[in-house]
């Protein structure tokens, strides 16, 4: 439940698409934690943890980033009544898969990987000693308070800040959560690009 990527584009996202979307982002985000899992749980923690994949996955989170805050600072022109609210709305295309778009922006993120080899391979070894069922409590508990939090993330969004019944206003908020989940973006890019170079210097 960190503020990162994640948090900013369901944001974003949920301003135009609605509460769905954090509930999407979510199970694509959960889809990737259980892979991690099933890797951790298999031993490969050692292997994951070194500084050639998280640099690699550092500068990987900085180019797609980049790629995702240009287009949100250059959407902001392009918003008005009918992109917002009418029935065609071109600019869905993209992220219009969200599941895929919630395993995008975590692996994208190097500080999920590095909270999952520390923190959460902490838990992980708490939880084993209570065999599968602790595991499958812990995991479960884990996704669950993801879940909640950002639907109600997209719920606030899509109901209180964005409303057909004030257009001109919610154009003008929407405007203005664009350009801060682009300037958001940015700044996590520019976090990861150095995280990703110096992982990568210590090699």
Known sequence: MVPGPL???????????????????????????????ILLLSGFGPFLNNNIIIG?????GTIVLSFISVGMFLSVKKINEESLFGTNKKDEKKFSNDI??????????????IWWLTIGLGYIS???EFG?????????????????????????????LI??????????????????????????????GYTGIARLANI
């Not at 895929?100 to 990987?113: D, E, K």
């Not at 595991?135 to 209180?160: K, P, Q, R």
């Not at 206003?169 to 203005?176: D, H, R």
């Open 7 to 37: 948090l900013t584009v369901t944001i974003s996202e949920s301003a135009k698409k609605g509460f769905w979307v954090g509930p999407k982002m979510i199970a694509g985000h959960a889809i990737l934690e259980i892979a991690l899992l």
């Open 56 to 60: 690699i996955i550092g500068i990987f």
């Open 100 to 113: 895929i778009a919630g395993i995008i922006m975590s692996i994208a993120n190097p500080f999920w990987t």
């Open 126 to 128: 708490f939880s084993q």
């Open 132 to 160: 599968f069922k602790g595991i499958a409590f812990f995991f479960t508990g884990h996704i669950l308070a993801d879940f909640l939090w950002y639907s109600v993330v997209s719920f606030l969004i899509s109901n209180f």
């Open 163 to 192: 409303s057909e019944k004030r257009k001109m206003l919610s154009i003008q908020i929407y405007k203005i959560i664009m350009i801060v989940c682009g300037v958001v973006l940015t700044a996590f890019s520019a976090w990861f």
